[in-house]
């Protein structure tokens, strides 16, 4: 096939400014940053650089849209129609965004199209389900009293996103947060402000009234910073580094504002030696591999039981050499470029140190090609668990394989560490499945899989991994809070 017909053309960028109050607005500022394509290294256009006064007038018009606008006044139902109609203009558009996505993340168009806009209109269209559907109790006290319980919307939410999953991330804050009926406040990652900013005019052409989404484009420690500490937020829903959310948490301390944050991991993929050793390394290779390494959940510590491991090495080796690395637009790639030169040297940091520390890499290991961010699919073995490689997020292509023949002594490496994201095990003895997925300290355990998501299954982690829930009913319930009203019977 032509080149031509298996490459994807460049979509045309039609927001880069502040989405404030249901208009597009420079920053008060008038300052811009500059948001590059990571495998070309060039840039794509010039994005309103909102600070604290943008930030100010986004959470006065969010405020306005909670209090007294029209989004505390409609029906649940309506709400939820309103969120079914942008999931429908997203899946009319899909191929655009999915364009887009790419464009400015890296991420292989395929991967976003296929991969992250299903997930996308899934989760909207799970939580549009949900938006009448959320209520109280009654609860029978001591006396002659009627007590229920209303779940009502915590109010203005402050959502800072990152740049792996970067519409998926508006779908998972999104969702939960109108369904329950907040208005919101969102500051998408400096590296992929594109997307999110296209849903918001989706979003306006949907009918959600004005105020009731505002994205202010910009930096952490400016836009971020101020809208944690802004008196008129609510709640603070957060994904990125586990650095990012301690800060938050002190800047949200004067406040006491509700926190949910979803962090890093470095998550135990376990292969036992009665598995079906295909399928745990197609497993363990899409587990590490999948969106160039950048998952917060990445099977970055490869388990490999002793027996099996001189079999499973080969097959894993075999799969990263495979792996098409090049241009994310063109439709047979599986990797692209990683999302900017401080992750790209952040990784190569750490390939280095699995050189220096005495790990054997077995395949990849280097830069590829000249151009863009682009990092070879890499495999270490011979990892032992003091190795930085076995101890850090390394958020890109980067492979540890650590082997063990003991249980129990497994299960506790499996827990040396103060991430708890996830983890795996591939094994047909159901035994020791539930065992493993009982006693890992993780918020998520896959059996014989890796990385399926579902918008009703709640997503999270142990330890500094995070804090609370997102997805399913737990990550409603994160956008609510509980009311208790007790009426007198005596007349
Ligand atoms: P980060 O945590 O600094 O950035 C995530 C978001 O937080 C961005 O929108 C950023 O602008 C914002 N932010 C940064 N500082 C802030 C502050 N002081 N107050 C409020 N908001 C702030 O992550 P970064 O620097 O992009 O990546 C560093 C490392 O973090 C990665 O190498 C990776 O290990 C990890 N990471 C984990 C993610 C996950 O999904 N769990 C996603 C992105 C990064
Ligand atoms: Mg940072």
Redesign the pocket.
């Known amino acids: 096939m032509a080149i031509a017909e298996t490459t994807i053309a460049s979509p045309k960028i039609k927001h880069t400014e502040c989405f404030i109050d249901g208009r597009w607005r420079p920053s008060i500022s008038g300052k811009t940053f500059q948001t590059v394509n990571p495998a070309t290294e060039e840039v794509i256009c010039d994005v309103a650089e909102g600070d604290s006064a943008d930030i100010d007038a986004a959470v006065k018009a969010a405020r306005h849209a909670f209090e007294s606008g029209p989004w505390s006044k409609m029906d649940a139902r309506d709400r939820g129609k309103l969120m079914f109609r942008l999931a429908d203009l997203i899946e009319e558009e899909i191929d655009e965004l999915a364009a887009l996505e790419s464009l400015d993340n890296g991420k292989p168009f395929r991967e976003a199209r296929y991969g992250d806009l299903p997930l996308v209109l899934d989760c909207l269209r799970y939580y549009a389900g949900y938006a009448d559907k959320i209520h109280g109790s009654t609860i029978p006290i001591r006396g002659n009293f009627f007590t229920y319980t209303r779940r009502e919307a915590v109010g203005v939410a402050g959502q ?5 999953f970067p519409m998926l991330m508006v779908a998972w804050k999104w969702g939960p947060a109108l369904a329950a009926g907040c208005t919101i406040v969102m ?5 992929t402000p594109l997307s999110c900013l296209r849903l918001a005019q989706l979003a306006k052409e949907a009918g959600i009234p004005d105020g009731v989404i505002n994205v202010v484009p910009g ?3 400016t836009a ?2 101020s ?2 500490k802004h008196p008129g937020v609510d709640k603070i829903a ?4 586990h650095r ?1 959310a301690q ?2 948490m002190r ?1 949200a301390s004067e406040s006491l504002k509700r926190l949910t944050f ?3 991991g470095k998550s135990p993929n376990v292969v036992m030696a009665d598995a079906d050793l295909d399928k745990a390394a197609q497993g363990a290779y899409i587990g590490l591999f999948l969106n160039q390494g950048q ?2 959940c990445a099977g970055s510590r490869v388990f490999v039981e002793k027996k099996v491991h001189a079999e499973f090495v080969d097959k894993i080796q075999r799969l990263a050499k495979n792996r098409r690395v090049g241009n994310p637009m063109s439709l047979d790639t599986e990797q692209g470029p990683q999302v900017d030169q401080a ?1 790209f040297d ?1 990784i190569m940091s750490y390939i280095e140190k699995g050189n220096a520390e005495g790990a054997k890499c077995v395949a990849g290991g280097a830069r590829f090609g000249d151009r863009g961010y682009f990092v070879q699919p890499t495999v270490f073995d011979g990892v032992n668990d003091s190795m930085s490689i076995a101890k850090e ?1 390394i ?1 890109g292509p980067v492979m540890s394989v650590l082997t063990f023949d003991d249980w129990e002594d497994l299960v506790k490496r499996a827990n040396n560490t103060f991430y708890g994201l996830a983890a795996a095990i591939w094994t047909k003895n159901v035994g020791r499945a539930h065992e493993f997925a009982k006693r890992v300290r993780a918020g998520t355990v896959w059996v014989n899989c890796y990385d399926v998501f579902d918008a009703a299954a709640p997503f999270g982690g142990f330890k500094m991994s995070g804090q609370g829930r997102e997805l399913g009913e737990e990550g409603l319930k994160a956008y609510t809070e509980s009311k208790t009203v007790t009426v007198s019977l005596d007349s």
Request: proline share 9%; charged share 20%; with cysteine.
């Open positions: 800072i996103i990152p740049w792996n500051k998408p990652a400096e590296q930096y952490g420690p971020g910073a809208l944690v957060f994904t990125g580094e990012t800060i938050i800047d979803e962090l890093g998952c917060c992750q952040k997020e958020f």
